[in-house]
Nanobody, 127 residues
Framework: VQLQASGGGLVEPGDSLTLSCAAS????????MGWFRQAPGKERQFVAA????????FYTDSAKGRFTISRDNAKNAAYLQMSSLKTEDTAVYFC?????????????????????WGQGTLVTVSS
């Protein structure tokens, strides 16, 4: 199964944007989904994650209250709704899938626990 992130673009500070992650096939039951981002010259960092059932979500502190992760297993897709965007949100955003045993924010936020990564989509926040 391949993942493809889309929805990035150039927006102004304060704007909203929704990223989509589409899987090329059916996601296995129990697959966790995560969003990570990598800003120029910086390491990849965790943004948000969601469990298979969509009942548990986790966010990095900077995303709390502004971003919302969701998924639609019937469509084999995950989403990241971003609002009140800031210039520091500028990055390439990646979606990723995990079959690992994840149970808390620490394990959901660890990029090494994700085995399947999609190509990123660039989000640029600039006035």
């Amino acid at each position: 199964v391949q993942l493809q992130a889309s929805g990035g673009g150039l927006v102004e500070p304060g704007d909203s944007l929704t990223l989509s992650c589409a899987a090329s096939g059916r996601l296995d039951i129990g697959t966790h989904m995560g969003w990570f981002r990598q800003a120029p010259g910086k390491e990849r960092q965790f943004v948000a994650a969601i469990n298979w059932a969509g009942t548990r979500t986790f966010y990095t502190d900077s995303a709390k209250g502004r971003f919302t992760i969701s998924r639609d297993n019937a469509k084999n897709a995950a989403y990241l709704q971003m609002s009140s965007l800031k210039t520091e949100d500028t990055a390439v955003y990646f979606c990723a899938a995990s079959h690992a045993l994840l149970y808390d924010r620490e394990t959901y936020s660890e990029s090494g626990n994700y085995h399947n990564w999609g190509q990123g989509t660039l989000v640029t926040v600039s006035s």
